[in-house]
């Protein structure tokens, strides 16, 4: 059983990966920055490096996504049944998500099969009101802040361009908006390339962002197994979580890039900005939200603002936010129920 969860648990960073590594520098690619190749290289890199440094910062996160305080201490010692529940009912929740090519949270899937286990396993024991206060709220809470925020932010920028005389070339086709570049100089640089430096490290801080907040979340499932070193836990998933990316991303990170609202250079700058400060914030506090909630409400907003945002689109990517924990559970809560029968 030991095994067997630290093998599901590479399964749902993989699964993580694939989903959400590219969704730190879809305003690269979507905005024609840079290639989609340079993109998830530098997304990997900076993941890497946020999962790395999450063994130093992000302990209240283990603590949390081990379901400690939602259900009894006792299950979470002697169980690994229920972790592996928890994590093979995400995993198989995020994996199907992005094998259609849907952008969902792999922190929803977790809090659902939090929920489906820990129902199955202690019944009306379950903390429901901690999975309130705790998951839930920040995770529907987030992508709303992001969008309010994006839209503020994106606004001020705007006036600071104009005020400052920074002009934008026309594109050739109207409708390309990832055409226009920034016109003139600045500190000896043109804007332009300034701009796609900020750009670039506005994005690594988010896939840093990304690797920080999710690690923890998923290497709590192994606090079960207390003869593995969590710092090796971390490093493993943080491999597993660069895997998946480099092999799996391609379809959701179309998706996201090119499909919520077309964007220019400055446009995905400031959607990264915004993500990258509200994940990187949450991290440090051990909220958990989730970055694909925070990245996709930030680009919504900015969509918003520019009246370019596809509404259908959005509507096809809430309706899979909405039905990520109920299937997490379902999935979890059969795992579960099937391994007690097995042991």
Not at 26 to 51: D, E, M, P, Q
Not at 199 to 217: E, I, M, Q, W, Y
């Amino acid at each position: 059983m030991i095994i067997l969860l630290f093998l599901v648990a590479l399964f749902l960073a993989y699964s993580n990966g694939a989903n959400d590594n590219f969704k730190g520098v879809a305003t690269l690619f979507g905005s024609k920055t840079t290639s989609y190749k340079n993109a998830i290289t530098w997304a990997t890199i900076t993941t890497f490096l946020g999962s790395v440094t999450a063994i130093f910062l992000a302990g209240k996160l283990v603590k949390n996504f081990s379901g400690k305080g939602l259900v009894p201490d006792l299950l979470l010692q002697t169980s690994p049944e229920f972790a592996i529940s928890i994590a093979l009912g995400a995993a198989l929740t995020v994996f199907l998500a992005t094998k259609i090519g849907m952008p969902i949270s792999t922190t929803h899937s977790l809090v659902g099969g939090l929920f489906g286990a820990g129902v199955i396993a202690v019944g009306s024991d379950f903390n429901f009101d901690k999975l309130i206060d705790k998951f839930l709220f920040p995770l529907i809470a987030s992508p709303l802040m992001a969008a309010v925020v994006a839209l503020v932010v994106y606004f001020i920028f705007t006036s600071l361009r104009k005020a400052m005389k920074v002009e934008k070339s026309l594109p050739e086709n109207p409708d390309n908006v990832a055409e226009e570049r920034y016109l003139g100089s600045s500190l000896g640089i043109t804007n332009q390339k300034l701009l796609d430096g900020l750009h670039f490290l506005s994005s690594g801080v988010v896939s840093f962002a990304r690797g920080l907040n999710d690690t923890p979340k998923i290497v709590g499932l192994l606090l079960v197994i207390n003869s593995l070193d969590i710092r090796y836990g971390m490093i493993a998933v943080a491999v597993a979580m660069a895997l998946g990316g480099l092999l799996n991303a391609k379809k959701v990170g179309k998706l996201i890039s090119e499909k919520i609202t077309p964007m220019n250079s400055g446009q995905g700058f400031t959607a990264n900005l915004i993500t990258g400060l509200l994940v990187t914030t949450a991290s440090v506090h051990g909220m958990p939200v989730s970055t694909t909630h925070v990245s996709i409400g930030s680009i919504f907003g900015i969509g918003t603002i520019t009246k370019k945002a596809n509404f259908g689109v959005i509507k096809k990517i809430l309706v899979s936010w909405v039905l990520t924990l109920p299937i997490a559970a379902i999935f979890s809560g059969l795992v579960y129920y099937l391994l007690t029968i097995l042991s």
